[in-house]
């Protein structure tokens, strides 16, 4: 069986020692290359073609995230495994948006560490538990937008209509024409397939407006 080809960027010589170790111990692992910086990173995965490269964040000069946008960028195919101690929402989407495949913590155990290259190298994506569960919460606290067919300002309208606000006090809230108004109020009527106000009052208060 090929082996999977690894790089490891980063700083700390110790950390690069263990993975070395950690890989040369592992029969279906090669460890290909080692980079101390986000510069060497790029050239390094770029002339070993690796399989996966484990990346930590914050080296000198190049960010990690940087980096693992030219990697990704100039081959799709090498896949890059975070491996950091950071776990803030920031880094961990940056990360995620740059193209990497996985995203573990520096506290990871080994066979963690181990499975994660394993999952990546195969193409799937992995996050420790850590992650998973920051992952989730931010998800699920992001409730999807109500009527997202209606323009901004016809979510405007829709919501001071739930309000119980006439026309008229709409194009005083809004600081537009009446005419104007009376648009906005017959577009929303057409997307959210209804014929009165008191319907759209009834549509709009159930998804929680007003």
Do not use: C
Not at 94 to 121: F, Q, T
Request: hydrophobic residues 45%; proline residues 4%; without cysteine.
């Amino acid at each position: 069986m090929t082996p999977i080809r690894v790089v490891v960027a980063d700083d700390h010589p110790f950390f690069r020692q263990g993975v070395r170790m950690l890989v040369d111990g592992s029969d279906d692992l090669e460890l290909v290359g080692e980079a101390a910086d986000g510069d060497d990173a790029v050239m390094t995965a770029l002339a070993t073609r690796p399989d996966v490269v484990l990346m930590d964040l914050r080296m000198p000069g190049l960010s990690g995230i940087e980096a693992t946008r030219r990697i990704v960028g100039a081959d799709p195919d090498v896949r890059v495994l975070v491996l950091t101690m950071y776990e803030d929402d920031d880094s961990v989407f940056a990360a995620m948006r740059a193209g990497a495949r996985g995203y573990l913590l520096k506290g990871s155990g080994e066979e963690e560490v181990l499975r994660a290259i394993r999952a990546v190298a195969s193409g799937d994506a992995i996050f420790g538990p850590a992650i998973a569960v920051r992952l989730t919460a931010y998800f699920s606290s992001q409730s999807p937008k109500a009527f997202p067919e209606l323009t901004d300002r016809e979510r405007d309208v829709l919501q001071l209509l739930a309000q119980g606000r006439n026309n008229q006090a709409i194009a005083r809230e809004l600081t537009v024409s009446l005419k104007t108004v009376r648009n906005h109020v017959s577009n929303l009527f057409n997307k959210l397939q209804v014929v009165d106000r008191g319907q759209a009052i009834v549509k709009a208060r159930e998804a929680g407006m007003g």
